[in-house]
């Protein structure tokens, strides 16, 4: 007798990692001769479980409603889940399967069932659940096929192709001399007052050293503040399109995003109204990011003020991640979420801002962020800090601090190039149908996939904008990343933060994939 599994398969339709899935399920079920009842949900109809597993689509979850498997579902995770739970299984037929009800991811990934000795050692539900970082492996492909010689246009990943202050290389090359022990888990005391000090010019608020936390980049200060800030359970507003960590940095604190949706007719500017609508029970915290990465909107100075009130008469923890506050083009700025609410004469002690120099410096690859918070806030994360990094790297904190104090006009010359590649790169992207907005901040092209959507590209049908990226990769060598990655499908983000030569081959690849392209109700091709 053979052994009955039933299994749930949260999808959604036109997916191809979800359609891959499913054929990996059905193929590895019928390989060990196991019958299996396979219930297919659609996310996209349950509001709820939209907003809970929209970056952890495909989701694998067992009768009892336990999650076993997440995005990235691969053959060998189903093989051994397979494995697991058919020699768990009673034998014989099981003739009324029906959909369990839906579950908690973080409760599932909290329950273990037996290990199976037949399946080997297996990695925990958490280690199942964490999605690697979207853009870091469309990156880390596109970098491998350069390596093996294809001329592939890495417009996915966020880093700025400009170099560093002369001042930071230098003060890092002296400090593979003379800082070469551990530094303090908040930070060298040095890089402290010298962000305390700039934090104190750009804000135009007393700034005091035991206010900053220095950590590995902003986004491990970020997974810090999630896990002082919040508790288990805990319900955080993330307005969308949202940087793709700040979800799964929730998740695994325990905490539940809360979406907060913006519209392209408002320039994806996130509004008071908005927010408001989904403050409820168990709602904690805010993370706000003006300029937006992927939209590069700034949320208007007004709207940014009254959802600081509503934060505030709410009791809600502010995160403000503003790691793009200096790149701002077009004449705009991006007020500091401390200066609006200094101004209006807030409390501060809700309000934590992050930032960097990653972006601001393009030292992406030295790992130095930074928060400013409240003392109690630095002090609980570097408690948190000291168990996990240490600190971050002394010579490298040497190099930031060497750029807050002299940047040799980098962010101004930045700012400036960033600006001319901004306007020709997108007025060639709307020039050829793919509508875009023109981006107030940081250096990403949001653009509309709509013109390759229901279209085949090179003889493959593209209903999703992933199905779209991974064409435009496999046939253009263009990488960029898809608007999945940021909870908004049918768009596209693409960095011009490269030299304008690759931006505008990049335009003549796009309108060469375009043109060939052919509708796949009639296959006729793009007028």
Request: hydrophobic share 45%; with cysteine; aromatic share 6%.
């Amino acid at each position: 007798m053979t052994a009955a599994l039933r299994l749930t398969l949260y999808r959604r339709p036109g997916c191809s990692l979800c359609d891959e899935a499913e054929r990996l399920l059905e193929a590895e079920a019928a390989r060990q001769g196991v019958a299996l009842s396979l219930v297919r949900v659609d996310i996209d109809a349950d509001p709820e479980r939209l907003a809970r597993f929209l970056l952890a689509i495909p989701v694998v979850a067992d009768a009892e409603g336990n999650v076993r498997l997440q995005a990235p579902v691969d053959a060998a995770g189903v093989r051994a889940l397979i494995t697991e739970l058919a020699s768990e299984a009673p034998h014989g037929p099981r003739p009324h399967l029906s959909p369990h009800p839906g579950m908690e991811v973080a409760a599932s990934m909290a329950s273990h069932a037996p290990e199976s000795a037949a399946s080997g050692p297996r990695l925990s539900r958490r280690a199942a659940g964490i999605p690697g970082s979207p853009t870091v492996a469309l990156d880390a492909r596109a970098k491998a096929m350069l390596a093996a010689g294809e001329q592939v246009l890495n417009l996915a990943v966020g880093e700025p192709d400009l170099p560093p202050p002369a001042a930071a290389l230098e003060a890092a090359r002296r400090g593979l001399e003379r800082a070469t022990k551990y530094a303090p888990p908040a930070g060298r005391p040095e890089l402290r007052r010298a962000v305390a000090a700039a934090a104190e010019r750009e804000h135009g608020v007393a700034t005091t050293p035991d206010m900053v936390l220095v950590g590995v980049g902003g986004k491990q200060v970020l997974y810090s503040l999630f896990h002082v800030l919040f508790d288990p359970g805990d319900r955080v507003l993330v307005p969308v399109p949202y940087w793709v960590s700040y979800p799964d940095q929730l998740r695994l604190a325990g905490c539940e995003s809360v979406f907060v949706p913006t519209r392209p007719e408002d320039g994806w500017r996130l509004t008071a109204a908005a927010v408001a609508a989904r403050i409820g029970p168990g709602v904690r915290g805010i993370v706000l990011n003006s300029p937006n990465n992927p939209t590069g909107a700034i949320v208007d100075e007004g709207e940014f003020t009254a959802i600081l009130d509503l934060c505030r008469r709410h009791d809600l923890w502010v995160v403000s991640d503003e790691i793009y506050g200096v790149l701002t083009y077009g004449g705009r700025t991006a007020p500091s979420a401390r200066t609006l609410a200094a101004r209006a004469g807030m409390d501060l002690r809700r309000v934590v801002v992050v930032d960097g120099a990653s972006k601001k410096f393009a030292m992406t690859g030295f790992r130095v962020g930074w928060a400013i918070a409240p003392p109690d806030v630095v002090e609980a994360a570097a408690r948190l800090q000291s168990q996990v990094t240490s600190s971050a790297a002394a010579p490298c904190q040497l190099a930031a601090e060497a750029a807050l104090a002299d940047d040799g006009g980098s962010v101004a010359h930045m700012r400036q190039v960033y600006e001319e590649r901004r306007d020709r790169f997108v007025a060639g992207l709307n020039a050829l149908g793919l509508a875009t907005p023109l981006p107030d901040g940081a250096f990403y092209a949001w653009c509309s996939a709509a013109p390759f959507l229901g279209r085949s590209v090179a003889g493959v049908p593209c209903f999703s904008t992933e199905q779209v990226a991974a064409r435009l990769l496999d046939v253009a060598r263009i990488a960029c990343v898809p608007g999945e990655a940021f909870g908004q499908p049918g768009y596209l983000r693409m960095s011009f933060a490269n030299p304008q030569e690759v931006l505008d081959l990049a335009l003549a690849r796009l309108g060469e994939v375009l043109a060939a392209t052919t509708d796949v109700a009639t296959g006729t091709t793009a007028s």
